[in-house]
């Protein structure tokens, strides 16, 4: 069976040369007694932008959240199974939490800059992480935003508050915060679900732009974003007991057009209407 | 209240209800008149008290004037002719003042992000409301603290001739106002929306980066606000620093000197003035010079507040 999409060029770029930067094995996760995730097993290519996709209350954010560990703010979490990024396990006591999330940025779904100005916001991460100096620090900034296409449209109101910036704006502002530590991995938790289209569609180029530098995750709750942006995508469905499980993962191309899994054409035929 | 002021729903209930609804507004102007006059009488008994103070204690610059008054360091009531210099009242009261500001609000903050950011949120529970408590506690209760505990922990660690002096009052005072600024700037901490931190750690920062370059910046102007009711309190508390401060006469030098302090000196003295005397004058200009240091202090909190939010908010 085959689906038809009204998405002009969807990717095919083939991943297997890529190589696996982050991998899932059999991973649950429970918020107390709530199981949200059950037994999630993928794994994720370096040079690719990989979707998640699935009806609300699934266990997207939730699984997004397994990588850079930010599950680990909430009390009462409890994680099973094993979570590697290139090849070492990242639940492992030995780990240090904010070095994994230097390399494993996020970006949030809504807008988050802080009540500081632009050159700050940027500069908040590299400041943590060691960099002193105004010039190097300077530097940064302005290769961070330049990289997210933020450069030109902030150059000349950098003192301002980043809370200044119009919505699409102040989330390219979060990806140059994110940019600037020099992660390798962004994760982005429906980045564009607080947007107008046209920002929407600034993100998406920008992302596609990074993807050749960055392992980038993207949960979206839009179909057509993920068809248009995402390189593998991954479908997650809520179990009876509301547990998050992997319905399916694939090639975008394959997934969207050709599913395997029965439960995925239906949410997808569903969702495109 | 949303029924009576829309007009434009007219359902058949309302239709006999005439009468209510008028009731109802009515009430509602009662209320409304009330609140106003609350209000009213709020900003009538500050003006009462700036009447008397003015009425009572300007009359004393006729015979000191205002230089002398401030920066004389003798007070003699009871001379012939008689001195008032309030420069060893003045130089307490600030000396007193800012010593326990300085002990209290890094030992106040830090308790507030403590609570705020990093104890199970059991503790939380349970310490909040015990460091309410004492609040509560009566001034004279700390004073008698001061005496028997804190002032000679002071004398021995100093080697004082007493402990009874300004650095006891100052801890004191820093213990009083603590609670109301880890009170204060807790519930502006707790304010800080989670997005702010979850990017800050999200950045990679640690649980204390966090709390020092996001929260507390976010929460500046609550914090400050909790650092002013903290400094008015220290200001203005009398019977404590009646008790242990010492009350010496000199000019201090030194912060282990005893003092008294503006509040402390018009205790003292009140009971002894003749109403409308010379002295009883002298007391209420040092009223009126404590209430506008108060004043002071408040007005630049606000102007601080001001900028601070201005420079935030967009
Ligand atoms: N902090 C939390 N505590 C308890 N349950 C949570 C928490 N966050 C999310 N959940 C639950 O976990 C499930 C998955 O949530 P989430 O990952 O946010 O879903 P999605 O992002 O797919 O909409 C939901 O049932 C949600 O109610
Ligand atoms: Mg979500």
Redesign the pocket.
Known sequence: MSINLNVPEMSNKPIDKCVTKLKVENASLY??S?Q?LRKITLEIPSCAITAII?P????????LRLFNRMNDL?SGVKVEGNVELDGISIYDSKIDVTELRKRVGMVFQKPNPFPMSVTENVAFGPKRHGVKNRGELDEIVEKSLKQAALWDEVKDKLGQSGLALSGGQQQRLCIARVLAVEPEVILM?EPCSALDPVATLKIEDLMRNLAADYTIII?THNMQQAARVSDTAAF?MMESD?A?VLVEYGPTAQLFTNPKDKRTEDYITGRFG | MTQTTNPSSPTAAEVPSRGLKRRLRLGERVIEGWIFLAGLLAIVVLLGIIFILLKEGLPVFANTNPWDFLFGTHWYPNADPSVFGIAPFLVSTLMITLISTIIAVPVGVACAAYLSEVAPPKVAETVKPIIEILAGIPSVMMGFIGLALLSPFVQSLFHLNTGLCGLTAAIMLSLMSLPIIVSVSEDALHAVPREFKEASYALGATKWETIWHVCIPAALSGIAAAIMLGVGRAIGETMTVLMVAGNALAVPASPVDPMTTMTAAIANSIGNAVRGGVQYQAIFAIGLILFILTLGVNIIAERVLERQKRKFSR
């Open positions: 918020y107390g709530f949200a699935g609300s209350g699934c266990g997207k954010s939730t699984l909430i938790d949960v997650m509301r998050g």
